[in-house]
Protein backbone atom coordinates (compact mmCIF):
# COMPACT_ATOMS: atom_id res chain seq x y z
CA UNK A 1 0.00 0.00 0.00
CA UNK A 2 1.75 3.57 -1.02
CA UNK A 3 1.58 5.83 2.09
CA UNK A 4 0.36 9.35 0.78
CA UNK A 5 2.10 12.26 1.64
CA UNK A 6 0.89 16.00 2.07
CA UNK A 7 2.89 19.15 1.59
CA UNK A 8 2.87 22.45 0.73
CA UNK A 9 4.09 24.02 -2.10
CA UNK A 10 5.97 27.06 -1.66
CA UNK A 11 6.72 29.80 -4.28
CA UNK A 12 9.18 27.81 -5.91
CA UNK A 13 7.57 24.97 -6.24
CA UNK A 14 4.41 27.42 -8.25
CA UNK A 15 5.33 25.75 -11.67
CA UNK A 16 5.40 22.16 -10.63
CA UNK A 17 2.32 22.63 -9.29
CA UNK A 18 0.42 24.65 -11.71
CA UNK A 19 1.80 21.88 -14.86
CA UNK A 20 -0.43 19.26 -12.35
CA UNK A 21 -3.25 21.40 -12.57
CA UNK A 22 -3.02 22.05 -16.46
CA UNK A 23 -2.93 18.73 -17.27
CA UNK A 24 -5.75 17.76 -14.90
CA UNK A 25 -7.74 20.14 -16.18
CA UNK A 26 -7.10 19.47 -20.05
CA UNK A 27 -10.52 17.72 -20.50
CA UNK A 28 -12.68 20.35 -17.67
CA UNK A 29 -15.59 21.57 -19.71
CA UNK A 30 -15.45 25.45 -18.47
CA UNK A 31 -11.52 25.39 -18.86
CA UNK A 32 -11.89 23.91 -22.48
CA UNK A 33 -14.72 26.19 -23.34
CA UNK A 34 -12.32 29.55 -22.68
CA UNK A 35 -9.67 27.47 -24.52
CA UNK A 36 -10.95 25.45 -27.22
CA UNK A 37 -7.82 25.00 -28.96
CA UNK A 38 -4.88 23.43 -27.38
CA UNK A 39 -2.10 25.23 -28.41
CA UNK A 40 -3.64 28.03 -26.88
CA UNK A 41 -4.79 26.28 -23.88
CA UNK A 42 -1.22 24.96 -22.71
CA UNK A 43 0.25 28.86 -23.34
CA UNK A 44 -2.71 30.65 -21.01
CA UNK A 45 -4.09 28.50 -18.58
CA UNK A 46 -1.05 28.08 -16.69
CA UNK A 47 -1.06 31.94 -16.27
CA UNK A 48 -5.15 31.57 -15.39
CA UNK A 49 -4.36 29.32 -12.73
CA UNK A 50 -1.88 31.65 -11.28
CA UNK A 51 -3.80 34.41 -10.91
CA UNK A 52 -7.22 32.94 -10.15
CA UNK A 53 -5.33 30.74 -7.24
CA UNK A 54 -1.98 31.53 -7.18
CA UNK A 55 -2.41 33.53 -3.65
CA UNK A 56 -2.68 30.03 -2.47
CA UNK A 57 1.04 29.85 -2.42
CA UNK A 58 1.70 33.10 -0.89
CA UNK A 59 -0.47 31.50 2.12
CA UNK A 60 0.82 28.40 2.36
CA UNK A 61 -2.59 26.92 1.08
CA UNK A 62 -1.80 25.20 -2.11
CA UNK A 63 -0.81 21.53 -1.42
CA UNK A 64 0.42 18.73 -3.35
CA UNK A 65 0.62 14.99 -2.66
CA UNK A 66 3.09 12.41 -3.50
CA UNK A 67 5.94 13.90 -5.40
CA UNK A 68 3.36 16.06 -7.23
CA UNK A 69 0.76 13.48 -8.34
CA UNK A 70 -2.14 15.89 -6.76
CA UNK A 71 -2.59 19.50 -5.92
CA UNK A 72 -5.17 21.43 -4.16
CA UNK A 73 -5.14 25.28 -4.68
CA UNK A 74 -6.89 26.93 -1.27
CA UNK A 75 -7.45 30.29 -0.71
CA UNK A 76 -8.06 30.76 2.68
CA UNK A 77 -10.67 33.31 4.35
CA UNK A 78 -10.62 36.56 3.13
CA UNK A 79 -7.97 35.59 0.23
CA UNK A 80 -9.38 35.97 -3.01
CA UNK A 81 -7.99 35.47 -7.11
CA UNK A 82 -6.09 38.48 -8.92
CA UNK A 83 -9.42 39.28 -10.63
CA UNK A 84 -8.53 42.27 -12.27
CA UNK A 85 -5.55 40.74 -13.91
CA UNK A 86 -7.01 37.34 -14.47
CA UNK A 87 -9.90 39.98 -16.25
CA UNK A 88 -7.02 41.37 -18.39
CA UNK A 89 -5.75 38.38 -19.80
CA UNK A 90 -8.91 36.61 -20.43
CA UNK A 91 -10.11 39.96 -22.28
CA UNK A 92 -6.39 39.57 -24.60
CA UNK A 93 -6.77 35.89 -24.71
CA UNK A 94 -10.39 33.87 -25.05
CA UNK A 95 -11.39 34.09 -28.50
CA UNK A 96 -13.95 37.43 -28.81
CA UNK A 97 -17.39 35.22 -29.73
CA UNK A 98 -17.49 34.00 -26.44
CA UNK A 99 -16.23 36.63 -24.02
CA UNK A 100 -19.84 37.76 -23.24
CA UNK A 101 -20.67 34.47 -21.79
CA UNK A 102 -16.77 33.53 -20.30
CA UNK A 103 -17.55 36.99 -18.00
CA UNK A 104 -20.98 36.33 -16.93
CA UNK A 105 -20.26 32.57 -16.14
CA UNK A 106 -17.33 34.35 -13.79
CA UNK A 107 -19.47 36.85 -12.41
CA UNK A 108 -21.99 34.79 -11.24
CA UNK A 109 -19.60 32.25 -10.09
CA UNK A 110 -18.51 34.87 -7.89
CA UNK A 111 -22.21 36.23 -6.75
CA UNK A 112 -22.41 32.11 -4.94
CA UNK A 113 -19.51 32.75 -2.62
CA UNK A 114 -21.20 32.73 0.82
CA UNK A 115 -21.20 36.23 2.38
CA UNK A 116 -19.36 35.38 5.46
CA UNK A 117 -15.34 34.50 5.88
CA UNK A 118 -14.59 30.61 3.82
CA UNK A 119 -12.29 28.45 2.57
CA UNK A 120 -12.37 28.66 -1.05
CA UNK A 121 -11.41 25.78 -3.39
CA UNK A 122 -10.63 27.34 -7.10
CA UNK A 123 -8.97 24.42 -8.28
CA UNK A 124 -7.77 20.43 -7.08
CA UNK A 125 -6.23 18.20 -10.18
CA UNK A 126 -4.59 15.16 -10.35
CA UNK A 127 -2.39 14.10 -12.94
CA UNK A 128 -4.38 11.64 -15.46
CA UNK A 129 -1.49 9.35 -15.13
CA UNK A 130 -2.52 8.87 -11.07
CA UNK A 131 -6.19 9.43 -11.28
CA UNK A 132 -7.49 6.51 -9.08
CA UNK A 133 -5.54 5.98 -6.53
CA UNK A 134 -6.76 8.39 -4.17
CA UNK A 135 -4.39 11.16 -4.02
CA UNK A 136 -7.66 13.62 -4.86
CA UNK A 137 -9.39 12.37 -1.86
CA UNK A 138 -6.66 12.58 0.33
CA UNK A 139 -5.83 16.50 -0.69
CA UNK A 140 -9.22 17.21 0.22
CA UNK A 141 -9.86 15.45 3.71
CA UNK A 142 -6.64 17.20 4.73
CA UNK A 143 -8.02 20.96 3.83
CA UNK A 144 -11.60 19.99 5.21
CA UNK A 145 -9.40 18.90 8.48
CA UNK A 146 -8.71 22.38 8.96
CA UNK A 147 -11.74 24.00 7.45
CA UNK A 148 -13.84 22.01 10.55
CA UNK A 149 -10.71 23.18 13.36
CA UNK A 150 -11.25 26.21 12.21
CA UNK A 151 -15.29 25.95 12.21
CA UNK A 152 -15.30 27.86 8.80
CA UNK A 153 -17.33 26.85 5.66
CA UNK A 154 -15.81 25.67 2.38
CA UNK A 155 -16.78 26.92 -1.11
CA UNK A 156 -15.89 25.17 -4.24
CA UNK A 157 -17.20 24.63 -8.08
CA UNK A 158 -16.79 22.37 -10.63
CA UNK A 159 -17.89 22.50 -14.51
CA UNK A 160 -17.70 18.40 -14.43
CA UNK A 161 -20.76 16.82 -13.37
CA UNK A 162 -19.25 13.51 -12.38
CA UNK A 163 -17.40 15.50 -9.36
CA UNK A 164 -20.98 16.20 -7.67
CA UNK A 165 -21.47 12.64 -5.73
CA UNK A 166 -17.44 12.56 -4.74
CA UNK A 167 -18.03 16.67 -3.24
CA UNK A 168 -21.23 15.54 -1.61
CA UNK A 169 -19.74 12.52 -0.40
CA UNK A 170 -17.46 14.99 1.92
CA UNK A 171 -20.51 17.19 3.08
CA UNK A 172 -20.59 19.81 -0.08
CA UNK A 173 -24.55 20.75 -1.08
CA UNK A 174 -25.19 22.13 -4.46
CA UNK A 175 -26.87 25.82 -4.40
CA UNK A 176 -27.57 26.13 -8.08
CA UNK A 177 -26.27 25.26 -11.76
CA UNK A 178 -24.92 28.57 -13.59
CA UNK A 179 -25.96 28.08 -17.55
CA UNK A 180 -24.80 31.29 -19.61
CA UNK A 181 -25.51 31.01 -23.00
CA UNK A 182 -23.08 28.21 -24.64
CA UNK A 183 -20.94 27.79 -21.66
CA UNK A 184 -21.00 24.56 -19.64
CA UNK A 185 -23.34 24.60 -16.64
CA UNK A 186 -20.97 25.19 -14.01
CA UNK A 187 -22.15 23.91 -10.07
CA UNK A 188 -21.09 26.03 -7.29
CA UNK A 189 -21.50 24.05 -3.76
CA UNK A 190 -20.68 25.23 -0.07
CA UNK A 191 -20.27 22.89 3.17
CA UNK A 192 -20.53 23.28 6.55
CA UNK A 193 -18.11 22.50 8.79
CA UNK A 194 -18.31 19.72 10.96
CA UNK A 195 -17.66 18.76 14.93
CA UNK A 196 -14.39 17.03 15.30
Not at 42 to 62: C, D, M, R, W
Not at 118 to 147: E, F, N
Request: aromatic fraction near 10%; proline fraction near 9%.
Amino acid sequence: MTTTSIKSANKSDQEQAIAVITLAFATDPLSRFIYPDPHRYLSYFPEVVGLFAGNAFKQGTAYYVNAFSGVALWLPPNVHPREEEMEALLKQTVPEQIQENVFAVLKQMGDYHPAEPHWYLPMIGVDPSHQGKGHGSALMQHALTRCDQENKLAYLETATPRNIPLYKRYGFELLATIQIGSAPPVYPMVRQPREL
